[in-house]
């Protein structure tokens, strides 16, 4: 079946330097989204990328949709206390329609 | 705004009992998923169902079993709970169309199985 596979696991970083998780699909992606879970709480939608070579930007953060449409990424520029949590990114496979997560990266962030 | 509601954040139950997990939402949408969640293995599904009394298995069906006799709800049942079933169990649900329609998940139901 699908994998997605996301890396790194966990990463600390000192408020204010950037951060990026990866994520890698055993097969080619019809779309690709990215969630985020803060403390305590519940996986919220962030956002979507269809496109080969997509890019998206939410204020700090960058959003990546590989030309293979097989890999993404999540970059978050200058990093704050308020991006704590973990980033899951879930693929849908080219004619599926089951959502696959990743294992996610759990971001803490050092004041 | 999307409301998912799980009807307990918490739930102690003692192995061998029946276990049921309610979700309800507000938002007339055709999907509705289980996951669970467990540290280091992210987010596995366990049933979903696209429509009322439709049900699919997911990655991880195995020990449970799904109700859906309407629209709104979706009941993940338990028959006969485990000790390897204490987990956190999040309920979502989207839209059928289009197939890539984000999820919206509720707060999450943490069963403690002892």
């Known amino acids: 079946g699908q994998q997605v596979m996301q890396i790194p696991q966990y990463q600390h970083v000192q408020e204010g330097e950037d951060f990026t998780t990866y994520c890698n699909s055993s097969?080619?992606?019809?779309?690709i989204q990215w969630y985020k879970q803060r403390p305590g709480g519940h996986p919220v939608f962030l956002i979507q990328?269809?496109?080969?070579?997509e890019v998206k930007k939410q204020k700090r953060l960058t959003f990546q949709f590989g030309e293979a449409k097989k890999n993404s990424s999540l970059h978050i520029t200058a990093t704050q206390t308020t991006d704590v949590g973990t980033y899951f990114c879930?693929?849908?496979?080219?004619?599926?329609?089951?959502?696959?997560f990743g294992k996610g990266t759990k971001l803490s962030v050092i004041p | 705004d999307v409301k998912v509601t799980q009807s307990s954040r918490y739930l102690v139950k003692r192995t061998g009992e029946k276990v049921f997990l309610e979700c309800v939402q507000d938002m007339d949408h055709e999907n509705m998923f289980w996951y669970r969640q467990d540290p280091g293995l992210g987010l596995r599904l366990i049933y979903f169902?696209?429509?009322?009394?439709?049900?699919e298995k997911g990655d991880i069906p195995e020990g449970y079993s799904v109700s859906r006799e309407k629209k709104e709800r979706f009941s993940l049942i338990l028959e006969s709970a485990s000790t390897n079933q204490t987990s956190m169990y999040l309920c979502?649900?989207?839209?059928?169309?289009?197939?890539?329609?984000?999820?919206?998940f509720g707060n999450g139901t943490r069963l403690t199985v002892t």
């Open positions: 990328l269809v496109k080969s070579g």
């Open positions: 097969t080619t992606l019809s779309n």
């Open positions: 169902s696209y429509d009322v009394k439709m049900k």
């Open positions: 879930a693929g849908v496979g080219a004619g599926s329609y089951q959502l696959t």
């Open positions: 979502a649900s989207s839209f059928r169309v289009p197939n890539n329609s984000p999820l919206h």
